[in-house]
């Protein structure tokens, strides 16, 4: 009986050997794909989300579908994705949240090694607006009437820990503004309470606030860029309009769970750095008040370590708790 139990534990281990000799054998990719943003529709990761997959569908000749798995300042998706085979069908939509969740929560998987990089996407500064109704039209005017109204102006995000809070953060810290955050579930949501003229403030990624700047719904006092932006071109940098040494960038980029073959992330990267050479590419970035941006998967690895250094600094002179 020992025998025949230690014979057929042979043979199922030679099955298992022989199907994932055959799995492995079969052109990446075998089905369709699924790209993670841990954020809802409508924000900036889901705008270049569904960008970038429509076209990475093309190149892969096979779907590339968009999974919105918001929550918990994105750890809910990225989790989910650390989680995922590591076999290039389940990737992951990363931003500047990435970089400083590390900082705000205690992370049920590592940063550091949960995921292997395979491309920077893009950049894009964050903007400063305020609602059309609040009588300012600088961002000087708007310092002046917050020193005048300490504690009674208020700046929405899409929620506690989010790139929104921390970008006014840096903001507060560095102006000196009395201003009072007011937390949202999605930088969406955010933007149009301002739009609404609930709140009266708020900092974040052009690629969301620059629709409603163009249709007048929002006034841009100034951007988080070291230059002025070509799109914007008479909205100053936040630096130059009165806080000097403020710079802000979101950027998004494509992850993949750690132990991703290599030949995978090549391939990968290397339909990814194809489209971001596009004209199209470029040309749609430019039009969402975003820059389409390459790096090596090595590159792009050391440009996260250096982003989560940064911003750890901001949470702690912040005093900023997670919920």
């Known amino acids: 009986m020992s025998y025949r139990r230690a014979q057929r534990r042979a043979i199922l281990a030679l099955l298992l050997a022989l199907f994932s000799a055959l799995a492995a054998a079969q052109p990446y990719p075998s089905r369709p794909v699924r790209l993670i943003v841990p954020f809802p529709p409508g924000a900036s990761n889901d705008i270049v989300g569904r960008m970038i997959a429509t076209q990475l569908s093309e190149e892969l000749g096979k779907p590339v579908v968009v999974d919105n798995r918001s929550g918990a300042g994105g750890l809910i998706g990225t989790e989910a994705a650390a989680n995922s085979p590591a076999d290039g069908h389940t990737l992951l ?5 990435y970089a400083f969740n590390a900082s705000l929560y205690k992370l049920p ?25 609040l009588p300012v039209n600088s961002l000087k005017d708007l310092l002046a009437l917050a020193k005048k109204k300490p504690g009674q102006l208020n700046y929405a995000s899409g929620g506690v820990g989010s790139f929104q809070h921390l970008a006014s953060a ?52 100034g951007v988080g860029s070291t ?9 100053p940098t936040i630096a130059e309009a009165g806080v000097p040494g403020y710079e802000a960038n979101n950027w998004w980029g494509i992850v993949a769970p750690a132990g991703t ?7 990968l990267h290397k339909e990814l750095s194809a489209i971001l050479a596009s004209a199209e590419t470029k040309k749609r970035f430019e039009s969402e008040g975003g820059e389409a941006a390459q790096m090596t998967p090595h590159e792009f690895g050391r440009f996260i370590t250096a982003e989560t250094a ?6 702690t002179e912040s005093g900023i708790k997670a919920e």
């Open 93 to 97: 939509l990363i931003s500047l949240a």
């Open 261 to 267: 073959p290599p030949a995978v992330i090549g391939r």
């Open 227 to 235: 230059k002025r932006l070509a799109f914007l071109p008479d909205v």
């Open 310 to 315: 940064k911003w750890a600094k901001v949470v």
């Open 170 to 221: 840096l903001f507060k810290l560095q102006s000196g503004a009395d201003i009072v955050h007011v937390p949202f579930k999605g930088s969406g949501p955010a933007m149009m309470d301002v739009v609404a003229g609930n709140t009266q403030m708020a900092i974040g990624s052009t690629l969301l606030m620059l629709p409603q700047i163009r249709s007048g719904r929002l006034k841009a006092l």
């Open 109 to 133: 998987y590592d940063p550091a090694t949960a995921f292997a990089p395979v491309a920077m996407l893009g950049t894009g500064p964050v903007v400063l607006v305020v609602t059309s109704k």
